[in-house]
């Protein structure tokens, strides 16, 4: 919202920067660098200032500070309590942390450069109201300070529509939540972090992140690039967690331009409903094993004893029907051997499983329903291991999915013959 | 259970339809994919360093062989190696910050360098456009086409590139320019160089006292590293989306980039050193002149040759250079920047660009322009902008809260600070020779 300058007056950082820092009685005591704010109000307070005072740095808390002028920053007391600075939690300093780099104007859903930071006394104190992104701002930058007094105030962007980047300062890092953000469209906020540099995104992304709707629906704008930058810097659980908001088919996109390695990881974390949907667009073949498989299984090194891999089925909340097999895999994690439910109860607890367990027949992720269920039917298996290249256990198909396909397709393909359909 | 069916066999057809697959494709054999990834990475860096090869390089280029042979060829190993040092700094910079020169210059050196700096650009770069098209009306010149037809058409071509089409589609007809230069190592062929002398003169640097070779050896360094090509490869590896994973790559590229376009001005001295050097004609002033004088002694094709890389050089140094304004402008104000904006999604960037091509363009049509004039006023902005510069880059580069791990190392940091001594001291001295000269 750009708006004319409120009732009161307005102060121009540039020129309180370099200006004087003076005591009470309009003595000079130093230089005024810096104008410290708390992000934390709608309208930023001045916290503090730092000056220049006998070529060492000084803190000036607030409170010592009685007016600030265009000329001049007049403090109320005579004497000055020289204090090192230290940044607290949610302080930025306005020159160095904001003033030149970009922020993002809410209103216009737009990344803009603050070219001056405008102050005014407000509700009894002075705070930041808004910041001119425009010519007028630049100028009495460029300008030397006497002729820079005169340029006048143009309009501004009111603090209220605008969000600081606050990344680079080391007190802020992702304590502000941006929640000018959240009045944005999630198009509008894909943009933005697209317009924006890397780091820069990334901080929108996670002030976003705190509501995890509106982070999936920014996800789906994102575009290719942008989303594989972001996606790759998070976990498999948290990609995981976007991807299971996500649409179906954008969250097939998403996975698919995950790193290979990583898209089996993060479709296993998937709820249920969800990864059978992603898979099928992903390239799974609902109609293959690699479609119709669940990740829920139980797969124990083939060290373990009877009595532990029990345990494991206990402990397990998987699918009763997926549990009717307990699997056995080699140290480096390759198929070995498996063993009915029934079998494992009825051996002896301290035997090693891999002494009772037979060997079972394995299927790939892309052989197809008919062929899993003559697989089943020959070998009498209500439970199909699904392995990859490396023999290594992907997912179990389960024969109830497998009928469920098979039957109503042979359905189908009579009334083909009849001509049906 | 039969409900669910339709709608998986949905689902199957339209993975199908994508033909999507988490089965690992086909895979190629190594060094064809090595290749293949190494060419289809080729941008900003080549593009930057092969802008360089302009219509000004050119004629600095065909200068020195004509005057020294192969004498000075030593130096293009030296400028090689200063071109990447400074390429590679300007490049990482881009893929760890994501953002180009200025805006780091803005943020870090505030808005009275920031606009220091985007002043000088806007003006070299007016400059040096203006001598792009006189150079593609020169090119086309000498195969008959009048220059009231080829700069216009020229420039609509350009504008159109770089305001109407994606980034992708402008990188890659920028990467197809750099094509042309391959006239110039053909060009040397045709000429009949002793090639022994001149892999000698690489090797072994022969030095004189005189004034003009120091002269020369200055200017080609000052055309070989030019302020533009370390905006446009920052800004440009910022807007092709290089992040850290790919800072390697890039590197690759950039390396690549700038040995191919100074291998190439190797050429354009052996080419000269053979022929004109050889036979007394010591003096040339521009590129087209080159190629004129290079057909008594190397025949019509090596004339020919010439102007096909000039013309290829021109052309894309025409579009780097209002594009490079472009970003200093769009970054130090906080303008929406980006090739694959359109004009309304950008229109201060599209603007600067239209500007910079078309009074470009309409300048190098008037009759009789003194295009050295020209030239030598861009001379002294990009001598004084270049030190600068490389400082900002140096020091930028170098910044923890910026770069973090990807800063400059120990050893690298030396070797970036000397060739920012050396580079700034060349520079400066051929501000001083420029600025002075004339009064003398």
Known sequence: MVSEAPAPVVVHLSLVIGGDLRDSGGGRLGRVDDVIVRLDAEYPPVSGLLASVASRQVFVPAEAVKEIRQDAVVLGASRLDLRPFERRAQEVLLKKDVLDRQLINVDGARLVRANEIELARLDGWYRVVGVDVGLRGMARRVLPRRLAGRVSLGAFLDWASVEPFTGHVPTVRLRVPHPKLARLHPAEIADLVEAASHREGEEIMRAVGSDGELEADVFEELDAQHLREFLEERSDEEVAEVLARMEPDDAADALGDLDEHRREPVARLLPPVQRRKVRALVGFDPATAGGLMSPEFICVYDTATCAEALDRVRRSVASPDTLAWVYVMSRNRRLRAGIQIVELLRAEPAADIIDVAGHVPRVSADVEVEELARLMTDYDLTVLPVVDDRDQLLGVVTVDDVLELVLPRGWRRRFDLLGGE | MARRVPAVHALRDRAIERGRSLRPRHRLSRPLVRLIAVVGFLGPGLIAANAGNDAGGIATYSAVGARYGFD???????????????????????????????????????????????????????????????????????????????????????????????????????????????????????????????????????????????????????????????????????????????????????????????????????????????????????????????????????????????????????????????????????????????????????????????????????????????????????????????????????????????????????????????????SITLLAVTVVAPLL
């Open chain 2, 72 to 426: 000075l060829l030593w130096m293009m190993v030296v400028i090689t190696v200063s071109l990447i040092v400074v390429q590679e700094m300007a490049a990482r910079m881009g893929a760890v910050t994501g953002k180009g020169l200025a805006e780091l210059i803005r943020e870090q050196y505030g808005v009275r360098w920031s606009l220091f700096a985007t002043t000088a650009v806007l003006i070299a770069n007016l400059g040096i456009c203006v001598s792009e098209f006189v150079g593609i009306g020169a090119a086309l010149g000498l195969a008959g086409v009048p220059v009231q037809l080829s700069v216009p058409i020229a420039a609509m071509g350009l504008w159109l590139l770089v305001i109407r089409g994606s980034y992708k589609l402008a990188e890659r007809v920028f990467v197809l320019m750099t094509i042309p230069f391959f006239a110039y190592p053909i060009a040397a062929i045709l000429a009949r160089p002793d090639w022994a002398a001149a892999g000698k003169a690489i090797v072994v640097p022969t030095i004189h006292t005189s004034t003009g070779y120091l002269l020369l050896f200055v200017a080609t360094a000052g055309t070989t590293i030019t302020p533009f090509m370390q905006l446009y490869v920052q800004s440009a590896v910022v807007e092709r989306g290089v992040g850290v994973d790919q800072l390697n790559a890039e590197r690759a590229e950039v390396v690549t980039g700038s040995i191919f376009a100074n291998v190439v001005a190797c050429f354009i001295i052996v080419a000269t050193g053979a022929t004109l050097y050889l036979h007394g004609h010591h003096d040339v002033g521009s590129a087209a002149d080159a190629a004129k004088a290079l057909e008594p002694f190397a025949g019509r094709y090596a004339e020919l040759l010439f102007a096909v890389g000039l013309l290829g050089a021109s052309l894309l140094a025409g579009a780097i250079l209002p594009v490079t304004a472009a970003y200093v402008i769009a970054e130090t104000f906080g303008f929406e920047k980006g090739i694959s904006h359109r004009i309304r999604e950008a229109p201060v960037f599209a603007g600067v660009i239209t500007v910079l091509i078309v009074i470009g363009a309409a300048v190098a049509l008037i009759p009789g322009l003194p295009v050295i004039g020209v030239l030598v006023g861009v001379q002294v902005v990009n001598g004084a902008l270049l030190p600068i510069l490389l400082v900002f880059i140096w020091r930028l580069s170098n910044t923890q809260e910026l770069m973090g791990a990807y800063r400059n190392g120990h050893v690298f940091n030396v070797i970036a600070a000397l060739t920012v001594l050396a580079t700034s001291g060349l």
